[in-house]
């Protein structure tokens, strides 16, 4: 089975300072890897994906990744952090499944918080 | 396009009751899934459908029915509810089988006294 974590529930950072939100994975073969962003009661929103080729990905927002498949690692990183970044970031594994099944285990999720 | 809609926001129910969650979407999506967010938990997978007629179980499927009769909505009802379900529910769908991005709705929060 396929399972997520992410590393702290909570981060903090100032503004204009390098944002880093932890995610490992287990997997018996590499997944498809996401990352969501949910603002205050809304629903989730896509940040970026990995599903083959570069393992750096670009997102949106300033936002990327990199798939490192020794560290079983999707780590999402955003170099200057905004007021507007304020929010609960999830993490997302999804199985390589036939028929389009798509079941995303998601992570605990990350609350980021901006200080001015 | 209004994307993924869910009906209603929040909802109080008493144990016991019984519910329907509406989730309706209108890109043509061929695949439907119903999440709870929990806190501390993430989002786990209740049901899911690939297509009209086609449905299976997620993570916790127990104690929610889903059916899909038609391309453009996912229903999940609560047949006797129960303080556990008190939770926020998310409906989501994809078309996209290369990329696999799901698209979510707002949610609806229901809480069970």
């Known amino acids: 089975a396929q399972s997520v974590t992410q590393l702290g529930s909570h981060v903090s950072v100032s503004e204009g300072a390098l944002v880093l939100l932890r995610c490992n994975y287990s997997?018996?073969?590499?997944?498809?890897l996401f990352w969501y962003v949910q603002y205050p009661n809304q629903g989730l929103q896509l940040l970026l994906k990995?599903?083959?080729?570069?393992?750096l990905v670009k997102g949106i927002n300033g936002f990327e990744a990199e798939f490192k498949k020794s560290e079983t690692s999707f780590h999402l990183t955003k170099p200057s952090a905004h007021m507007s970044d304020a929010a609960e970031y999830f993490c997302?594994?999804?199985?390589?499944?036939?028929?389009?099944?798509?079941?995303?285990?998601f992570g605990q999720g990350t609350r980021l918080t901006i200080n001015p | 396009n209004a994307g993924v809609t869910q009906t209603p926001k929040f909802q109080v129910l008493k144990t016991g009751q019984s519910m329907t969650l509406q989730c309706a979407q209108d890109?043509?999506?061929?695949?439907m899934s119903w999440y709870r967010q929990d806190p501390g938990m993430g989002l786990r997978l209740i049901h899911y459908?690939?297509?009209?007629?086609?449905?299976d179980q997620g993570e916790v499927p127990n104690g929610y029915n889903v059916s899909r009769s038609t391309t453009e909505d996912f229903p999940l009802r609560l047949l006797s509810a129960a303080p556990s379900q008190t939770s926020v529910y998310f409906c989501?769908?994809?078309?996209?089988?290369?990329?696999?991005?799901?698209?979510f709705g707002p949610g609806t929060r229901l809480t069970v006294t």
């Open positions: 997997s018996s073969v590499p997944p498809y």
């Open positions: 890109m043509n999506h061929e695949y």
């Open positions: 990995y599903t083959t080729g570069a393992t």
């Open positions: 997302a594994v999804s199985p390589v499944l036939m028929q389009g099944a798509q079941k995303l285990v």
């Open positions: 989501a769908s994809s078309y996209d089988r290369v990329s696999y991005e799901q698209y």
């Open positions: 459908s690939v297509g009209a007629g086609i449905t």
